[in-house]
């Protein structure tokens, strides 16, 4: 299996690869890591540089471009593309402004608030920023206070993995997106 | 503690002390029977976490955090469940006859007045008069725990660590970066007076929140509980400034500056005991009070932000998408 990453801490992309080899090891299943960046615009240029990757390790939290705008960039080139978010978000932090009641008020406002992550998202596909708007995903989930975990599924992520990183839950993972196609969060 | 003061003022025995916090541990409902009575988790996850508790030796939440079962709201009900079921120490003694009520009431009051830096205490009692308007003083006994805020309950696990990861750890909290994080505080009070909000400012307070990020991150992977509770806390406060940025005022990012300057003094007052030790124990051990206060400041600030009810308002940032 074929793999690229992106994180910006090394230390965090060093235990990751460590993880991933002793996951594939023990899965008895042989492993390439093809490349590391540390942000999402390199991370999609490392994607088109590689060639064939079957599964792309995005942190969600990088300068310069964060992992979101990276996956909307990776998937608009390569829509069939397994991509899985990774962060230290505490899941909680961006929401607890507002409290979850799953009302449809609620769900018809998360609605508009993607509709207006959309706007962001054409933008990044384009290559055009616009001076004065928002123009990476995740500054538009932290403006509107939206889970990006939501935000990454919507935009076609196979699954989210909160760190630290944990050898069930790296493997877990890897049978899953072998397996199956439905997104999966381990938190 | 509570217990240990009146052991220390000799109003009770060792021995009915300790037969006091084995009746209430008996009588607190440990954490496997919450997580199934209160169906947090499926029989399937339930399982998958004893087994992985069977075969490595871990206690029942380990396995639930190592397997990714263990969230937020699972934790916060748990504490909550535990707060409300848990007998206090001082009514047990009471009801076994080792403490008169009077003499409780008395401690009681004389505890929390003669520990100021217990300010998770005082906010319990706010003042003499909470305790003289109490007629039933079995109420303010039984008042302890079920009030205590989330930074009384927070009990960090020691671990040690060392070599490169501990190493990387260490370099993060370079002097440089303190120094840096510093400069970014006083930049955004500088920035942000007169009622201006500048874009700048919230470039630096991104800039901010990305640093305690990274530092959070790191702290987790070496299991620094300490350090990285303390920036969690400190993150879910900027998340406010962050998301609300516009409507804060100057005594509001006073109040921030204030805050994570002291902030930026534990984390990396916490980074000589974790070099020497590899833990963070050795700190806890000498500092606890004190970080326990700064970490309900914190969350008072907080609490103060988001009682404001500001809304996000999808209309107003329309123009910005």
């Given at each position: 299996m074929k793999i690229i990453l992106g994180d910006d801490s090394s230390m965090h992309r060093w235990t990751l690869v460590s993880m991933l080899k002793e996951s594939f090891r023990e899965l008895g299943q042989p492993l390439e890591i093809l490349g590391e960046a540390d942000n999402g615009a390199k991370l999609f240029e490392l994607r088109e540089k590689v060639g064939n990757v079957d599964i792309v390790f995005s942190d969600i939290r990088m300068p310069e471009m964060d992992g979101l705008s990276g996956l909307v960039k990776i998937k608009h080139r390569f829509p069939s593309q397994k991509v899985v978010m990774v962060s230290s978000e505490d899941l909680a932090t961006m929401e607890r402004a507002h409290s979850k009641n799953g009302s449809d008020a609620q769900n018809e406002e998360l609605a508009k608030k993607i509709t207006m992550i959309d706007g962001v998202a054409q933008r990044i596909k384009a290559g055009t920023p616009v001076p004065g708007k928002v123009n990476l995903i995740l500054d538009g989930c932290e403006k509107l206070v939206v889970n990006p975990i939501d935000i990454a599924k919507h935009f076609g992520a196979s699954g989210y993995l909160r760190k630290p990183y944990d050898p069930v839950k790296v493997k877990t993972m890897i049978k899953h997106l072998s397996t199956s196609s439905s997104f999966l969060a381990l938190v | 503690m509570f217990g240990e003061y009146l052991i220390e003022k000799k109003l009770v025995r060792p021995k009915e002390l300790v037969r006091a916090v084995v009746m209430q541990h008996k009588k607190t409902p440990g954490l496997l029977e919450i997580v199934y009575a209160k169906k947090l988790l499926d029989e399937p996850h339930l399982l998958q976490a004893l087994a992985y508790q069977a075969r490595n030796g871990t206690d029942f939440k380990q396995s639930c955090v190592a397997l990714g079962f263990w969230t937020d709201a699972i934790e916060e009900t748990v504490h909550l469940e535990i707060n409300t079921h848990r007998v206090p120490v001082g009514q047990i003694l009471v009801k076994n006859g080792d403490l008169s009520m009077e003499t409780a009431a008395s401690a009681l009051s004389d505890y929390f007045r003669s520990s100021p830096e217990k300010n998770y205490a005082s906010i319990l009692l706010r003042s003499d008069q909470t305790l003289e308007k109490k007629t039933d003083v079995s109420a303010v006994i039984r008042e302890e725990p079920r009030e205590l805020p989330e930074e009384a309950v927070f009990e960090p696990n020691f671990h040690r660590v060392d070599g490169q990861l501990l190493q990387d750890y260490l370099d993060l909290l370079c002097e440089d970066k303190k120094n840096e994080l510093e400069k970014i505080l006083v930049d955004i009070e500088t920035g942000s007076k007169g009622g201006v909000r500048e874009a700048s400012t919230e470039t630096l307070l991104k800039a901010l929140f990305r640093d305690l990020h990274t530092i959070k991150g790191t702290a987790r992977f070496i299991r620094a509980e300490v350090s990285e509770h303390l920036v969690h806390v400190c993150e879910d406060y900027l998340s406010l400034y962050i998301c609300f940025f516009e409507k804060m005022e100057d005594k509001d990012f006073e109040s921030l500056t204030s805050l994570f300057l002291n902030a930026l003094d534990f984390v990396w007052d916490i980074r000589k005991p974790l070099m020497e030790n590899g833990s963070e124990e050795v700190y806890w051990q000498q500092h606890e009070a004190g970080c326990r206060s700064f970490l309900v400041s914190l969350r008072t600030a907080q609490k103060e932000i988001r009682d404001?009810?500001?809304?996000?308002?999808l209309a107003d940032l329309e123009h910005l998408f």
């Open positions: - | 404001r009810n500001y809304e996000v308002n």
